[in-house]
């Protein structure tokens, strides 16, 4: 899943998918900062909650409103201790999963996707392996570490 900041760029390409979006056109609902999820990647398991949906706007995650990208992020690291994360739309859908899918999958997603971790999963996998719950495989760790050198690489082929 990819969450940004909402900007007028994500109105004409999201709004048909999700109508809700047009009100943010207008400059009232333009004065608030919110964060909208612009894609879903396949077999994620926000995919797989099938709740989710490019143009939902988070209100919350793990409990606490978020609307910037720093809440967020702040949110996502107090929400390692419980080995859950939950996330909430404005719509009212509220999806939990279990945080060491949802981190495990990022290396997968990262290695088939060609991105980058970010320095927050970074940061998250980091937090996580300390924690009772999360315990990555010998090849998760190295390919979690490996992954911007596949990318600036570019594929390999077997």
């Given at each position: 899943m990819v969450v940004?900041?909402?900007?007028?760029?994500?109105?004409?390409?999201?709004?048909?998918?999700?109508?809700?979006?047009?009100?943010?056109?207008?400059?009232?609902?333009?004065?608030?900062?919110?964060?909208?999820?612009?894609?879903?990647f396949p077999d994620s398991q926000a995919h797989r909650s099938r709740s989710l949906m490019p143009g939902s706007i988070l209100k919350e995650v793990?409990?606490?409103?978020?609307?910037?990208?720093?809440?967020?992020?702040?949110?996502?690291?107090?929400?390692?201790?419980?080995?859950?994360?939950?996330?909430?739309?404005?719509?009212?859908?509220f999806v939990v999963c279990p945080f060491k899918k949802v981190l495990e999958e990022q290396i997968r997603l990262a290695r088939d996707y060609f991105f980058p971790l970010s320095d927050t999963m970074r940061g998250l996998l980091a937090t996580a392996e300390k924690s009772s719950w999360f315990k990555l495989q010998h090849d998760d760790v190295l390919m979690a570490h490996q992954v911007p050198q596949i990318i600036a690489e570019g594929p390999v082929a077997a």
């Open positions: 940004q900041p909402l900007t007028l760029n994500h109105l004409p390409i999201l709004v048909n998918a999700a109508p809700a979006l047009a009100k943010y056109a207008e400059m009232k609902y333009q004065m608030e900062p919110a964060l909208i999820i612009t894609h879903i793990n409990g606490q409103a978020v609307k910037t990208m720093s809440e967020m992020r702040e949110s996502l690291q107090k929400g390692i201790a419980t080995g859950n994360l939950t996330l909430e739309t404005n719509e009212g859908v």
